[in-house]
Nanobody
Framework: QVQLVESGGGLVQAGGSLRLSCAASGRPINFYGMAWFRQAPEKEREFVARIDWTGFNTLYTDSVKGRFTISRSSAKNVFLQMNGLKPEDTAVYYC???????????????WGQGTQVTVSS
């Protein structure tokens, strides 16, 4: 069983940056695909980015390409560097994990509790 805890959210002005972190416990995530999702108020949760277990294969939703970067540093940590933030990026951001790289971006088996990101205009 993998437990995930996000941190790093906060309030930032448009154009600013934040770095989200996701710490895993319970089981090493060496061979897990990892992903970030977000859910804005009154909207459905949406996929943001995912990374494979090697750290070399990444995928982003179109709206964040060139601004967000997903990375992983160890068997326990995954990050989302967010630059050029826009008010429409305001959402609760969730970390997710799954052994299957396709499922991690559609129906991951493990979720964190989320961290709030608010971008003011």
């Amino acid at each position: 069983q993998v437990q995930l805890v996000e941190s790093g959210g906060g309030l930032v002005q448009a154009g600013g940056s934040l770095r989200l972190s996701c710490a895993a416990s319970g089981r090493p995530i060496n061979f897990y695909g990892m992903a970030w999702f977000r859910q804005a108020p009154e909207k459905e949760r949406e996929f943001v980015a995912r990374i494979d277990w090697t750290g070399f294969n990444t995928l982003y939703t179109d709206s964040v390409k060139g601004r967000f970067t997903i990375s992983r540093s160890s068997a326990k940590n995954v990050f989302l560097q967010m630059n050029g933030l826009k008010p429409e990026d305001t959402a609760v951001y969730y970390c997710a994990a799954d052994r299957n790289l396709t499922l991690v971006q559609t129906h991951p088996s493990a979720w964190g509790q989320g961290t709030q990101v608010t971008v003011s205009s």
